[in-house]
């Protein structure tokens, strides 16, 4: 079955962390670029963080030395590590699968986040 499934979310307070999981599953995992986006209530859906197939990665500014992308191409699997959490960070998390060669994308269900002040 071609999916992807992210797990990691809830509530925590300000300052605090949290480290979200994707796995992947019906796909080839090393040719997909993958992402994590959230959605805030009332917004649109951003790009936090971005991981080549290889090791390359880019985040949005409001993120940058807070949190981390990082994959396991052993276990099909992709993370996003998030320390020292904002209110504004609060939103479903949604996990994203580009593929380098046929550029088609996958999304997972969401996760939400949510981070108390």
């Known amino acids: 079955q071609v999916q992807l499934v992210e797990s990691g979310g809830g509530l925590v307070q300000a300052g605090g962390s949290l480290r979200l999981s994707c796995a992947a599953s019906?796909?080839?995992?090393?040719?997909?670029?993958m992402g994590w986006f959230r959605q805030a209530p009332g917004k649109e859906r951003e790009l936090v963080a971005r991981?080549?197939?290889?090791?390359?990665?880019n985040y949005v500014d409001s993120v940058k030395g807070r949190f981390t992308i990082f994959r396991d191409n052993a276990k099909n699997t992709v993370y996003l590590q998030m320390n020292s959490l904002k209110p504004e960070d609060t939103g479903v998390y949604y996990c994203?699968?580009?593929?380098?060669?046929?550029?088609?994308?996958?999304w997972g269900q969401g996760t939400q986040v949510t981070v108390s002040s």
């Open positions: 991981i080549s197939s290889g090791t390359n990665t």
């Open positions: 019906g796909i080839i995992f090393s040719r997909n670029a």
């Open positions: 994203n699968a580009n593929n380098i060669y046929t550029n088609s994308m996958l």
